[in-house]
């Protein structure tokens, strides 16, 4: 079984910058991807961005590319979401999660292709 904990999240302007990190335990010889999707009130979770396991393939969501980055580092089984230009539509709970899927496409973001879940971190964009 995996647990997931996310961390960084937290309150800044527009323009700003944040790191979240996701910690895993657990089982993960399963896992061949991990995404980040994120949740803002009475809107449903949209994936925001995926790695493969081995961090040979990124994807993004178009509201996110090029400005933020997913990497990971195995030793920790650790993977970091790197938010810049932040914007009030960034505002949302940011939740982390496995799959044991391979990522291509736009099928990612298929949130029941994914098993593990994270608590959450609230991150806040103020204009």
């Known amino acids: 079984q995996v647990q997931l904990m996310e961390s960084g999240g937290g309150s800044v302007q527009s323009g700003g910058s944040l790191r979240l990190s996701c910690a895993a335990s657990?089982?993960?010889?399963?896992?061949?991807?991990m995404a980040w999707f994120r949740q803002a009130p009475g809107k449903e979770r949209e994936g925001v961005a995926v790695?493969?396991?081995?961090?040979?393939?990124?994807l993004y969501a178009d509201a996110v590319k090029g400005r933020f980055t997913s990497s990971q580092d195995n030793a920790k089984k650790t993977v970091y979401l790197q938010m810049n230009s932040l914007n009030p539509d960034d505002t949302a709970m940011y939740y982390c999660?496995?799959?044991?899927?391979?990522?291509?496409?736009?099928?990612?973001?298929?949130?029941?292709?994914?098993?593990?879940w994270g608590q959450g971190t609230q991150v806040t964009v103020a204009s």
């Open positions: 790695i493969e396991h081995g961090g040979r393939t990124t």
């Open positions: 657990g089982n993960l010889n399963s896992t061949n991807s």
């Open positions: 999660a496995t799959s044991s899927y391979l990522p291509y496409g736009n099928r990612w973001k298929l949130r029941d292709r994914y098993t593990a």
